[in-house]
């Protein structure tokens, strides 16, 4: 059986990404921010690894992601569930920043067959738009449902 080849997985959090590498062992933690991205493409650099795996996680990975593959790795952007899933089907109940950076990792060297999809600029704005959207219809919807039993004072009679 050939030798995996190596891969870092990124937990996007809103504040700091977390990484992990597969195989082996590696840990590393850096800023979301531009100056952490350009960090990051150096570590994953000195170490000679070319792909990398994020988690979808509402929009955080974005800013890292282009940063990576401005860089020339080769980034998958990967359904949480599908993570979760492989998680608990290796027996990894545990979830923090770092184990999930660790199984992310794990996944992508399995995922490597996968054809990798472009990021849509047009496509990511027209999801925020209707993910604004949606949220603005529910409020709405919210509100109105709230005004019907609220007192009359509080209606504006």
Same mark, same amino acid.
Request: glycine share 10%; hydrophobic share 40%.
């Given at each position: 059986? +050939?030798?995996?080849?190596? *891969?870092? &997985?990124?937990?996007?959090?809103?504040?700091?990404?977390?990484?992990?590498?597969? +195989?082996?062992?590696?840990? $590393?933690?850096?800023?979301?921010?531009?100056?952490?991205?350009?960090?990051?493409?150096?570590?994953?650099?000195?170490?000679?690894?070319?792909?990398?795996?994020?988690?979808?996680?509402? &929009?955080?990975?974005?800013?890292?992601?282009? *940063?990576?593959?401005? @860089?020339?790795?080769?980034?998958?952007?990967?359904?949480?569930?599908?993570?979760? $899933?492989? =998680?608990? *089907?290796? &027996?990894?109940?545990?979830?923090?920043?770092?184990?999930?950076?660790?199984?992310? @990792?794990?996944?992508?060297?399995?995922?490597?067959?996968? +054809?990798?999809? +472009? =990021?849509?600029?047009?496509?990511?704005?027209?999801?925020?738009?209707?993910?604004?959207?949606?949220?603005?219809?529910?409020?709405?919807?919210?509100?109105?449902?709230?005004?019907?039993?609220?007192?009359?004072? =509080?209606? &504006?009679?």
């Amino acid at each position: 059986m +050939p030798e995996p080849e190596r *891969a870092v &997985g990124i937990d996007c959090g809103k504040d700091f990404l977390d990484v992990g590498v597969f +195989p082996g062992a590696g840990q $590393h933690r850096v800023a979301n921010t531009p100056e952490g991205h350009r960090e990051l493409v150096a570590w994953i650099a000195e170490r000679g690894i070319g792909v990398a795996g994020l988690e979808a996680s509402g &929009g955080y990975e974005r800013p890292v992601r282009n *940063a990576l593959r401005a @860089a020339g790795v080769s980034v998958r952007v990967f359904d949480p569930t599908r993570v979760r $899933h492989f =998680a608990k *089907a290796k &027996g990894r109940r545990a979830k923090n920043d770092r184990l999930d950076a660790a199984v992310i @990792a794990e996944f992508t060297a399995t995922q490597m067959a996968e +054809p990798l999809l +472009p =990021a849509d600029p047009a496509r990511e704005e027209l999801a925020s738009l209707i993910k604004a959207r949606r949220l603005l219809v529910d409020k709405r919807a919210d509100l109105g449902k709230g005004g019907l039993h609220a007192p009359a004072a =509080a209606q &504006g009679r």
